[in-house]
């Protein structure tokens, strides 16, 4: 079960996950995988830090897809239809394992995905492992 915590500062919620818990874990291990990997092309704030990469933060961009496939774009790359450049397997990182990529997209969904943009929990999410829309 994810324990979620909203705090408000001045009016703007922000994602709070217990630190002991296993989505926490998950979290700061994905943070670390995408500093590490991801951000020179996605950037730190998920918009895309060169052109045609896709924006993170947009309500319907690749964070509205499954987790099923975007592990699947991740793991084994990905073009979006008219795009100049293409994502390379595993972010051009072959040392990432399954954990990592789990992991990545773990913090990515708490950090650019729809509930982190409108407020909802993280386990609002449609059945289908997205995230509702706002």
Do not use: W
């Amino acid at each position: 079960m994810r324990l979620v915590a909203f705090l408000f500062v001045a009016g703007a919620p922000s994602l709070s996950i217990a630190d002991d818990s296993p989505v926490a874990a998950d979290v700061a291990t994905g943070k670390a995988v995408y500093s590490q990997t991801c951000i020179a092309c996605h950037g730190s704030n998920g918009k895309g830090a060169i052109p045609g990469v896709r924006d993170l933060t947009d309500a319907d961009g690749p964070l509205a897809k499954s987790d099923e496939e975007l592990i699947g774009s991740i793991t084994d790359g990905f073009q979006s239809p008219g795009a100049a450049m293409a994502m390379p397997p595993k972010g051009g990182n072959p040392t990432l394992t399954a954990d990592d990529i789990s992991a990545v997209l773990s913090y990515l969904r708490a950090e650019f995905g729809s509930s982190r943009r409108c407020g909802k929990p993280t386990n609002a999410c449609n059945g289908a492992g997205q995230a509702s829309k706002c």
